[in-house]
């Protein structure tokens, strides 16, 4: 069966971190650019941060950049995300997916594979 699965989530206090792993089953990513994206209650899903396949590349959003990284082991088939210094804001379901288009890409639309999620709660 092919899947992601997420996981790392949880709840932490303001300024804490948190580092989420995106596992892939029945699958090598070696093929594809990893993205990670979140959805907080009421909003739309948005971009956080990409990767491409070698791991030589990588973009984020600006709501996110200097807190967090993303980073990728192809030979244990998982994409991290490492956050700092999180927020209230942060607290959203964070997903992981893949897309065979070249460079980095930040649109939801260009992700063909998606994982289940993790909640990530940021409160005190």
């Known amino acids: 069966q092919l899947q992601f699965v997420e996981s790392g989530g949880g709840l932490v206090q303001p300024g804490g971190s948190l580092r989420l792993s995106c596992v892939a089953s029945?699958?090598?990513?070696?093929?594809?650019?990893i993205g990670w994206f979140r959805q907080a209650p009421g909003k739309e899903r948005e971009f956080l941060a990409a990767i491409n396949r070698d791991g030589g590349s990588t973009g984020y959003a600006d709501s996110v950049k200097g807190r967090f990284t993303i980073s990728r082991d192809n030979a244990k088939n998982t994409v991290y995300l490492q956050m700092n210094s999180l927020k209230p804001e942060d607290t959203a379901v964070y997903y992981c997916a893949s897309s065979m288009w070249d460079g980095i890409r930040r649109a939801q639309y260009q992700y063909h594979f998606w994982g289940q999620g993790t909640q990530v709660t940021v409160s005190s």
């Open positions: 029945g699958f090598s990513l070696d093929y594809y650019h």
